[in-house]
């Protein structure tokens, strides 16, 4: 048994919507349901929903489009709902929170896969990207910490290894990250620069 979610429905067909919110209800989840791409985004800001069920075709904003804006907002696994099963159609669904797909008529046992399938891969995309941003930020502080290490290099008269020695032993005495002990010397040699250009 999945954990209870708060899935937001829109579909601008009544019998689609009620069979998904007695369905999902049933397996006890919060349910809200919208009949259009615009209220399904106005109901998605109050609501705050961990997952997304959208018809992709509506008569005043289509699923995907109201989806992704969500998306924009804050990010929100999405299951994209179709009467037709067409090339088109895949190639329009392809936004990073898009994981899974159903066509109509939906039948309890697919709706059930898909939501576990869907947030599965939400969690495994989403680890993804924190692997990526860490990444990116391991890289722009070794950038940070390479340019002080210069600094402190010219300043003190010494080589690179007796620098970056002397910035981690400042770091550990003074309980201080070596990045932030880094962008301290930085920001020093930057005042200094300005005093001896005055």
Do not use: W
């Not at 609501?47 to 907002?73: H, Y």
């Not at 009467?83 to 936004?95: D, F, I, M, V, Y």
């Amino acid at each position: 048994m999945q954990r209870s979610l708060r899935i937001a429905i829109a579909d601008d067909e009544a019998a689609t919507r009620d069979f998904l919110n007695e369905l999902l209800s049933r397996l006890g989840h919060q349910v809200s349901a919208a009949q259009s791409g615009r209220q399904l985004v106005e109901q998605c800001r109050q609501f705050k929903p961990e997952l997304i069920l959208t018809d992709i075709r509506m008569a005043d904003m289509a699923g995907i489009e109201a989806a992704l804006a969500i998306n924009r907002e804050m990010e929100t696994p999405i299951i994209l709902i179709s009467g037709h099963q067409t090339p088109e159609l895949l190639s329009g669904a392809n936004g990073e929170a898009i994981m899974a797909y159903l066509v109509k008529p939906l039948k309890p046992a697919d709706v059930e896969m898909a939501i576990a399938v869907a947030m599965m891969r939400f969690e495994q995309y989403q680890a993804v990207r924190k692997e990526a941003r860490e990444l990116r930020q391991a890289l722009e502080d070794r950038k940070l910490i390479e340019r002080a290490k210069g600094v402190v290099m010219r300043r003190l008269c010494v080589d690179e290894q007796e620098a970056f020695q002397r910035m981690k032993r400042f770091a550990s005495n003074h309980n201080r990250k070596l990045v932030d002990v880094s962008a301290a010397v930085l920001t020093a040699e930057e005042i200094f620069h300005n005093l001896d250009a005055l």
